[in-house]
C-alpha cells in the first residue's frame, strides 16, 4: 500500500505544480496536522483516494470549516483494506486553545482508548501531530513532545508513527525518520513523504486474529473494506 502523508506546509509539487498522474499511485493520503481544509480538499479532491486527517494546534479553523470529503480519525482506529490507523492529534499545550494538551491529558486520552485497541487487536500506525519526547521533538515547550507516546508505541509496537509540528527549517538536526526503541519507525511527515508499505507486513481486511472485530469489519466494511471504531 502507498501513502502520502503531509503536514503542517503544502507542497508545491502536489499544488502549484499538479500535473494529471501525480496521485495515480497512491492509495491513501494521511493528514498530520496544521494544513488548510481547502488544501486537503483539493488533495481527495484530485487523488480520488481516501484522506484521513487528524488536527494540529493551528487547525482551530476546522472548528467552523472540517476539510470537506475526508476523515476525521481523532481518538478511533480507522481500518483501511486491513492497515489499522490510530489518531491523536494536537500539541503541547503552551497557551488557551483548542488542539493543545498538558502530558496529564493526552495520557488520559490514549487510557480511554484502551477498549479500542483491545477490540481492534492493536494498530500498525499512529498518526500525530507532535513528535513522542526526545525523538524528533524540541526544547521548548510548544514543539515538546508527549513521553506518552513512548509508553504507548512501547506496548503496541505498531510498525510507524506519523507525526509533524517539527519543521524542517526548525533545526539543523531535522530527522525525516527515527527508529524508536519500541522498534517503530518514527517519520516527520512535514510537507510530504510517502510511504510504501508492502501488503504482507499487515493484516488483510477483517484477519487480524481478534474475533468479533473481524466479525465487525466484515459486516460494516463489506463494500469499502473500510471501518472505524
Known amino acids: 500500500m502507498k501513502i502520502l502523508a503531509v503536514a503542517d506546509e503544502p ?37 480520488r483516494c481516501p484522506l484521513l486527517y487528524v488536527r494540529g494546534n493551528h487547525d482551530s479553523r476546522y472548528e ?97 508513527m506519523l507525526h509533524g509540528h517539527v519543521h524542517k527549517t526548525y533545526s539543523a538536526h531535522f530527522k525525516r525518520a527515527i527508529e524508536l526503541p519500541s522498534g517503530t519507525k518514527s517519520i516527520n511527515c512535514f510537507e510530504k513523504t510517502v510511504l510504501d508499505i508492502p501488503e504482507n507486513k499487515f493484516h488483510p481486511f477483517g484477519s487480524t486474529g481478534s474475533y468479533l472485530y473481524d466479525q465487525y469489519c466484515i459486516l460494516k466494511g463489506k463494500k469499502t473494506d473500510s471501518v472505524k471504531v
Not at 513532545?145 to 509496537?157: D, I, M, V, Y
Open 11 to 47: 507542497s508545491k509539487s502536489l499544488w502549484d505544480y499538479y500535473h494529471p498522474g501525480t496521485f495515480d499511485e497512491i492509495d491513501l493520503i494521511i493528514s498530520c496536522g496544521d494544513l488548510s481544509a481547502s488544501y486537503l480538499e483539493f488533495l481527495v479532491t484530485m487523488s
Open 64 to 160: 467552523k470549516h472540517p476539510p470537506e470529503g475526508c476523515i476525521c480519525i481523532e481518538d478511533s482506529i480507522y481500518n483501511y483494506k486491513g492497515l489499522r490507523i490510530l489518531g491523536l492529534g494536537g500539541s503541547m499545550r503552551y497557551k488557551p486553545g483548542p488542539f493543545m494538551y498538558t502530558e496529564e491529558e493526552m495520557a488520559r486520552r490514549i487510557s480511554h482508548l484502551g477498549p479500542k485497541i483491545r477490540f481492534t487487536g492493536g494498530f500498525d500506525i499512529l498518526v500525530t501531530h507532535a513528535p513522542a519526547r526526545g525523538f524528533g521533538d524540541l526544547n521548548d515547550l510548544p514543539h515538546l513532545g508527549f513521553a506518552c507516546f513512548n509508553e504507548l508505541l512501547e506496548k503496541q509496537r505498531p510498525m510507524y
